[in-house]
């Protein structure tokens, strides 16, 4: 299989790689948490991209397994995907280890005004817990919430970069060659509501007490509960409602990836025209869309970047739940009726004489999710590049902090899962994990999809190299790993 990328001074840098000239130049492994495979893995996949051509190899790491797996490959840097309370002890072990961290958080832009993730109070509870002792660069999707991490000195200055989101890189032209959905003309109904229908959480309960662990304060994750279950079961009849008084119109009903898609199934069976499809990547059924229904949802930043016309049903909205997200509200068509809601719709002139995309981009956008000009991923690339090649740090390998993935007293599931990683590999622990919960097989991603992946990147940008993509594997036990390695022969 091949992988192509063309020669360009972005292309060389002074720690790439040449193999097979017989010339040993440093080369720098680099490790990306990957948490969600249909949100985040395009995103991920272009930051690979980037650092291939630039001579990194890179390893894809999923979320659960790469607390035991970042100690056994020893990358010289890893971009993990949030720096909360629940995951400083793993940030410090891979501090300890000499590993640099640097952090793009996947829930970077789309915040609240009071919330944990307030840009203020963020940036306070990320300096409290003394996290700047390990994380060693900070990119952010916009302005306002770096300019907060520096008003709080959370981090030095230099360690704090505006970059963009990667995922979002995929919303413009350069990219769109692999946006595609078999459907057109219809109404794309994106639903926001893991934390009531989680597919990997045990019960609502269970996500609140995940929410407190992620630093939200008890009162506010009950309050933000409790407006949720009100509105959930308003939200589902309106959704049902406003396809039995269009029959005209195609409904797609898309869970949030981290939802339930059954419940959504079992309420929506009996209308012909609404389908519920939860895969692939979102941007895809976007981009193929009409318009798209939502409540406080944050793809309504990937329908403005995409050209076409959120629709929020402000007449279920409320204070609290849009204090907590306000950005998708703020950028979309605002529904104020089920009325009002028919006709946004069924007529695209109703939409256009209420929405001014233009004028959204300076206010609610680039503060927030800076240029989208497709470049967010390799920004970070060569800001990665460049902290992974300085001096004066050189990673370790430890099954000790292997098999405690992380915790400084695993509690004995962690550690038998622990010890399975290092006895029989990380890809068999998941597997296992996959066969007890079989909603955990959609967070792991094979050596095909992100091969597939980047030969698609690299044919856009007529790059060329010989790329392998396979399971790492363990340094003393040979078995293959969770995490994917990716490396490129660069052709001369």
């Known amino acids: 299989m091949r992988f192509t990328a063309a020669v360009t001074c972005t292309f060389t840098t002074s720690i790439e790689k040449t193999r097979g000239t017989g010339v040993k130049t440093p080369f720098v492994k680099?490790?990306?948490?990957?948490d969600s495979p249909k949100r985040d893995l395009r995103g991920i996949a272009l930051v690979a991209h980037e650092l291939l051509k630039r001579g990194a190899e890179v390893y894809v790491?999923?979320?659960?397994?790469?607390?035991?797996?970042?100690?056994?490959?020893?990358?010289?840097?890893?971009l993990v995907n949030y720096a909360r309370p629940n995951n400083a002890p793993l940030l410090r072990m891979f501090h300890a280890l000499g590993v640099r961290t640097m952090v793009c958080?996947?829930?970077?832009?789309?915040?609240?005004?009071?919330?944990?993730?307030?840009?203020?109070?963020?940036?306070?509870?990320?300096?409290?817990?003394?996290?700047?002792?390990?994380?060693?660069?900070?990119?952010?999707?916009?302005?306002?919430?770096?300019?907060?991490?520096?008003?709080?000195?959370?981090?030095?200055?230099?360690?704090?970069?505006?970059?963009?989101?990667?995922?979002?890189?995929?919303?413009h032209s350069r990219w769109h060659a692999l946006l595609d959905y078999p459907d057109r003309d219809f109404v794309l109904v994106n639903t926001n509501f893991s934390a009531l229908n989680p597919?990997?959480?045990?019960?609502?309960?269970?996500?609140?007490?995940?929410?407190?662990?992620?630093?939200?304060?008890?009162?506010?994750?009950h309050s933000l509960f409790k407006e949720l279950q009100a509105v959930f079961p308003r939200y589902i009849e309106a959704i049902g409602r406003m396809a039995q008084r269009n029959p005209q119109r195609r409904f797609v009903v898309r869970p949030h990836p981290f939802e339930d898609a059954g419940l959504y199934e079992r309420k929506f069976a009996s209308l012909a025209n609404v389908k519920v499809d939860g895969s692939g990547d979102v941007l895809?059924?976007?981009?193929?869309?009409?318009?798209?229904?939502?409540?406080?949802?944050?793809?309504?930043?990937?329908?403005?970047?995409?050209?076409?016309?959120?629709?929020?049903?402000?007449?279920?909205?409320?204070?609290?739940?849009?204090?907590?997200?306000?950005?998708?509200?703020?950028?979309?068509?605002?529904?104020?009726?089920?009325?009002?809601l028919d006709l946004l719709v069924s007529s695209h002139a109703a939409r256009a004489a209420r929405w001014r995309r233009d004028e959204l981009f300076p206010v609610h956008i680039e503060p927030w999710f800076y240029r989208p000009d497709g470049r967010a991923s390799e920004r970070i690339a060569c800001s990665m590049m460049d902290a992974a090649g300085g001096g004066g740090r050189r990673a370790r390998r430890s099954v000790s902090?292997?098999?405690r993935g992380g915790a400084?007293?695993?509690?004995?599931?962690?550690?038998?899962?622990?010890?399975?990683?290092?006895?029989?590999?990380?890809?068999?622990?998941?597997?296992?994990?996959?066969?007890?919960?079989?909603?955990?097989?959609e967070k792991s991603v094979g050596p095909k999809e992100l091969m597939d992946l980047l030969n698609h990147y690299a044919r856009c940008e007529a790059i060329s190299a010989r790329l392998h993509v396979e399971h790492a594997r363990h340094p003393w036990t040979g078995l293959p790993l969770a995490s994917l390695h990716a490396r490129a022969d660069m052709e001369k």
């Not at 597919?199 to 008890?218: C, I, L």
């Open 199 to 221: 597919k990997f959480g045990a019960s609502a309960d269970g996500e609140v007490r995940v929410f407190e662990r992620m630093g939200w304060g008890r009162d506010y994750a």
């Open 30 to 34: 680099i490790g990306i948490v990957l």
């Open 408 to 441: 400084r007293w695993p509690g004995a599931r962690r550690w038998l899962q622990g010890v399975v990683c290092n006895v029989a590999g990380s890809r068999a622990a998941e597997r296992l994990r996959s066969i007890t919960n079989p909603a955990r097989s």
């Open 401 to 403: 902090h292997s098999i």
């Open 61 to 78: 790491m999923p979320m659960y397994q790469h607390g035991h797996d970042v100690p056994l490959l020893a990358p010289d840097a890893v």
């Open 105 to 171: 958080d996947t829930e970077g832009g789309v915040l609240s005004e009071t919330g944990a993730d307030a840009p203020p109070n963020w940036a306070r509870q990320f300096k409290a817990l003394g996290l700047s002792r390990c994380i060693d660069r900070y990119f952010f999707w916009g302005a306002r919430l770096r300019d907060a991490f520096a008003a709080a000195g959370a981090l030095a200055a230099d360690a704090l970069e505006v970059t963009g989101c990667p995922r979002y890189d995929l919303c």
């Open 284 to 340: 895809n059924p976007i981009s193929r869309a009409d318009c798209i229904v939502h409540l406080n949802c944050g793809t309504a930043v990937e329908s403005l970047l995409l050209g076409r016309t959120p629709i929020s049903l402000e007449f279920l909205n409320t204070p609290v739940l849009r204090a907590h997200a306000p950005v998708p509200s703020a950028i979309s068509c605002p529904a104020t009726s089920p009325e009002d």
